[in-house]
Every structure is written in C-alpha cells, then in structure tokens.
C-alpha cells in the first residue's frame, strides 16, 4: 500500500498533446529552430535559418512540413522528451567547438520542459532531431517556401 503512495501518475509520463515545442540549435556556421505547433488537427514542422541582419536575429522560413499528430506525438514519447526538463549541459573541458542548444516546449495542456547544453546532450537528442529532418525532408509532407 505504501508504494502507491509513491508512484507517479502514469499520464505524467507521456507527452498526450503539443502546444509548441521549439528546438534551437547553434554553431559556428548559424543558427536554426525547429518548431511543432498544432494546425489544422495536424502537427506541423518547420525549420528556420536564423539570420543576424540590422544588429536582429531573424527567422526565415526554410522548410515545412505537416504529418500525423500521433507520428509527433510518437516521435517526442518515443525521446522522453518530458525528461529532459531542467537537463543542462555544460561545455566539455577540451572541446573547442560544438553545437549548442535550447529546447522550450509547452505540452499536456500547460506543462513547461526547459532543456539546455553545449555540445552536451540529454538521451535521445540525436533521435528527435534526426526525426524532425526526416519528418521535414518526407516528399510527400513537405514544403518549401518561395525565399529568393
């Protein structure tokens, strides 16, 4: 009886709905977000360049993509990217350089995960950015806009 006192309440486990979730990735060659926002009962993906121009940061739309709700859904469970909130990984004695990045999401109606690093980074971070690539280079998703 005193174990159930103790467990966690399973729904808190998994990602069930996404408002945004927002990962910022930066490096000595630029800069790049890659958002999840809600649109049309579907999970949309995109990816913007960011461009420093007139002393601001800019966002320039490069690619997009719409997929299956429960594919994302999939996707950040599959990450357990509600375990990453307040992951902080500092910079690596030795390394030189590196990519650094900035993960914020709003998920589960409400729920804030905040997760930061320097070439140091939670479990599975190489599979959800790898999964949002894929996501946004699937032909048949994706869209790119008209920047020239």
Known sequence: MIKNLFKKDPSEKVIASI???TLHLSGMRGSVDYE???KDGQAQVSQYEIRYVDHEDHRILQKQALCETSTLLSLLNDCKLLSWDGFNGPHPKGVLDGTMFTL???V???KKIY???SENFPK???KLRD???NILNAEE???RPDNK
Request: cysteine-free; charged content about 15%; overall charge neutral.
């Open 19 to 21: 408002e945004i979730v």
């Open 36 to 38: 999840i926002v809600m």
């Open 104 to 106: 914020k999401a709003t």
């Open 108 to 110: 589960n109606e409400g």
């Open 115 to 117: 997760a930061q690093g």
């Open 124 to 126: 599975h971070y190489r």
């Open 131 to 133: 999964g949002l690539y």
């Open 141 to 143: 998703n994706s869209t």
